[in-house]
């Protein structure tokens, strides 16, 4: 009876372990993916050459956010119903092969950190064009650039469970429009000034690193 029991508190403890790593891993992406500039920072260069409010500019912001992050979520549950159904018909998906997918990807962004992944809206595509053909062009550019570093994320959750799927969605998108938004305005009016590309050229690295940890972490606890 004991011994049941002992097993029992043994897998439940695993199984919220793992769940506990995929939220924090995707924390960390969704944190720093609010805070690296490859997606707001344009948006403020067009509204500071176009003569936009504050007002307006965190209006676009906004509606670039929700393109990027509908795009994003998409093909984060597409990922997250395939998790499900691998981990139903392969026994050691959870074990070793979503483990490995973070780990894999972790390295390639590593690897990648000094290239530029960022979309650039090209001067010529914003030169002689109404405001309105300029808010969709930044909403197209977004939707078209999702955020593949949390897909990953997507992959595990869905092997746990919907709950935890719906969860690291609606996180990913709290955390990235509004931190899109706080960014916004704190540069917008001067409270802070860095260099934004020397962050931005570095980011690759670091969300790199929390894939890796976070896919050692899940294959030794799970």
Do not use: D
């Amino acid at each position: 009876m004991h011994g049941a029991s002992a097993t029992f508190l043994f897998i439940y403890l695993s199984e919220h372990k793992q769940m506990y790593s995929i939220i924090i891993g995707s924390l960390l992406i969704s944190l720093l993916h609010a805070v690296i500039p490859n997606h707001w920072l344009p948006v403020l260069a067009i509204g500071k050459k176009e003569g936009w409010s504050l007002a307006e500019t965190s209006r676009i912001t906004f509606l670039a956010g929700m393109a990027h992050v509908i795009s994003t979520v998409i093909i984060g549950l597409l990922l997250g119903m395939i998790g499900g159904e691998l981990t139903e018909n392969i026994e050691h998906f959870t074990h070793i092969i979503a483990p490995s997918v973070l780990v894999l990807l972790g390295l390639y962004f590593v690897r990648q950190h000094y290239t530029h992944h960022h979309f650039h809206l090209p001067k010529e595509q914003i030169q002689k064009k109404t405001k309105k053909s300029i808010i969709l062009a930044l909403v197209i550019a977004m939707f078209l650039s999702p955020c593949m570093e949390i897909e990953a994320y997507f992959l595990l959750a869905g092997s746990k469970s919907w709950y935890l799927l719906a969860a690291i969605a609606a996180m990913y998108s709290i955390i990235t429009i509004g931190g899109m938004l706080i960014w916004i305005r704190i540069v917008y009016i001067g409270l802070l000034k860095l260099n934004w590309h020397k962050w931005e050229h570095n980011a690759g690295i670091i969300t790199g690193l929390v894939l890796i940890v976070t896919g050692i972490i899940s294959f030794f606890i799970s």
